[in-house]
T-cell receptor, first 115, second 114 residues
Framework: SAVISQKPSRDICQRGTSLTIQCQVD?????MFWYRQQPGQSLTLIATANQGSEATYESGFVIDKFPISRPNLTFSTLTVSNMSPEDSSIYLC????????????FGPGTRLTVT | GENVEQHPSTLSVQEGDSAVIKCTYS??????FPWYKQELGKRPQLIIDIRSNVGEKKDQRIAVTLNKTAKHFSLHITETQPEDSAVYFC?????????????FGAGTRLFVKA
């Protein structure tokens, strides 16, 4: 399985500011995903980030609010822009790894609180 | 798009009893069904998965079943232990058909009472 790390692990930010979350994988992976998990809720897919192409966003998420970079096969960033308290959540990166059916693994998450 | 429904939202069992969590999916293109366990404050961990060409899969105390016709799949945990207490998520994905994104159910909070 892939080893995934995220930075920061948590942050408290002021309304109107932006935060960039980094995701690092210990091996090259083709597909990376960013999810949001609000307290006590399920995992909601924000976007799919493939190297060399623009991220594909899910309904309800837009690039201006959640710009994503994917400069290589081991790294990605998600920026949460112009934050409001509603953005308070855990943000997780995830990768497809392994052979065949492609098992999916998650990073430890970044706990964001917006005040 | 895909929609995954999961029941029950909360399940409480006595240690040693069995627990069953059920999910339904809507997109017939989905062919891969993983289950994740998430302990408090931790990341989701893949515990078992099943592909659409298989009806059942077992791994020690955990088993998954899939009914493609009815678009139902279930997680069965036997001889439950307190350390099984966690939130369990089912998911569905159209692996290898160009989609790859995974849609999750709402989760089931399992309590195992000692």
């Amino acid at each position: 399985s892939a080893v995934i790390s995220q930075k920061p692990s948590r942050d408290i930010c002021q309304r109107g500011t932006s935060l960039t979350i980094q995701c690092q994988v210990d091996s090259q992976v083709t597909m990376m995903f960013w999810y949001r998990q609000q307290p006590g809720q399920s995992l909601t897919l924000i976007a799919t980030a493939n190297q060399g192409s623009e991220a594909t966003y899910e309904s309800g998420f837009v690039i201006d609010k959640f710009p994503i970079s994917r400069p290589n096969l081991t790294f990605s960033t998600l920026t949460v822009s112009n934050m409001s308290p509603e953005d308070s959540s855990i943000y997780l990166c995830s990768v497809l790894s392994g052979t065949g059916i492609h098992e999916q693994y998650f990073g430890p998450g970044t706990r964001l609180t917006v005040t | 798009g895909e929609n995954v429904e999961q029941h029950p939202s909360t399940l409480s069992v006595q240690e040693g009893d069995s627990a069953v969590i059920k999910c339904t999916y809507s997109d017939s293109a989905s062919n891969y069904f993983p289950w994740y366990k998430q302990e408090l404050g931790k990341r989701p961990q893949l515990i078992i998965d099943i592909r659409s060409n298989v009806g059942e899969k077992k791994d020690q105390r955990i088993a998954v079943t899939l009914n493609k016709t009815a678009k139902h799949f279930s997680l069965h945990i036997t001889e439950t232990q307190p350390e099984d207490s966690a939130v369990y998520f089912c998911a569905a994905s159209p692996r290898n058909t160009g989609g790859f994104k995974t849609i999750f159910g709402a989760g089931t909070r399992l309590f195992v009472k000692a």
